[in-house]
């Protein structure tokens, strides 16, 4: 059965790029705050090299993003990030570092990433795994599969050409801010101008009403994770060229950045809404408020900490904006009984 834009409804939340002017003018508010009080106080902040540097610390994450926001705009989760990351990493380098053809080598890696993604999407939708429980499993195992590949081994010494996607520059851009543009690209087209992304908003939306359109639910929940393992795949080549090594460690922790850069931008934690514009957005914002601690000296844990309160803001402020919570309810807005 033909399925349309307009034959879908996705219910309230059921929303795409288009529909979220506030969002996106938030989240731009926000960035430009940053960088307006974060050059005042330190000169350094402001230099195009360091900008330059931020967009490509926060590539791979920006990547990964992408995926991410379909996932979560599905009512779904991934916790399994970092350890597909990991593992496609080390089985690709490995293969590479030890003779193999670059193109083969990246190849696997984008290939393992693709099949480990449909691998949480099969559990999600035909095990009926709750996506929470399903991705931490595969996070742990994965994990254990990579540390027994390679535990204790850095794979270093990437071929050029591959190393290039890294470190690479393309008319004064670096490599990593281009294939992150185009990945972003990509993503906003497929979210907003195709039945896919429909698919993922009424997925999120109203689960039932777009299995009675006829729609093959479980089929786009295995492509959405899918979807997820190629940007984890894509975003995982991204960052071992940059560094140009890999070990078994490699990602650790990953998915929590990216969950935060998704629900940071305005993509909603219950799905059905879902912005690629804002996870770009958020992923830089997390890297800028990063490189701004080190330009200040503070120590790395700081930054975990600050992301931990960033997210908690995000998520408040979804809740008040979408009707969730109301400010009358709060402690400090309510009205107390004497």
Known sequence: MSVSKTNVKTGAAGRADGAFTFE???????LLVIIVVFSFVNPRFFAIENFLNILTQAA???IMAVGMTFVITAAGIDLSVGSILALSSVIGFDFMTSGGHPVIGVAIIIVVAVALGVLNGV???YLVIPPFIATLATMVSLRGLALLHSAGTMHYGLPEAV???GQGKVLGLPMPVLIALLAALFGYWLLNFTKFGVYCRALGGNKEALRLTGVSVKRIEVLVYGFMGLMVGLGGLVMIARIDSTQATIGTASEIHVIAAVIIGGTSLFGGKGTIYGSVAGAILLAMVANALVIG???FFWQLVVTGIIVLFAVLIGNLREGRVSMAKLPLFGRTKS
């Open 60 to 62: 791979p994450f920006i």
């Open 297 to 299: 000296g503070a120590d």
């Open 163 to 165: 190393a290039f996607l």
């Open 123 to 125: 559990l999600v939708a």
């Open 24 to 30: 996106g003018l938030g989240i731009t508010a926000v």
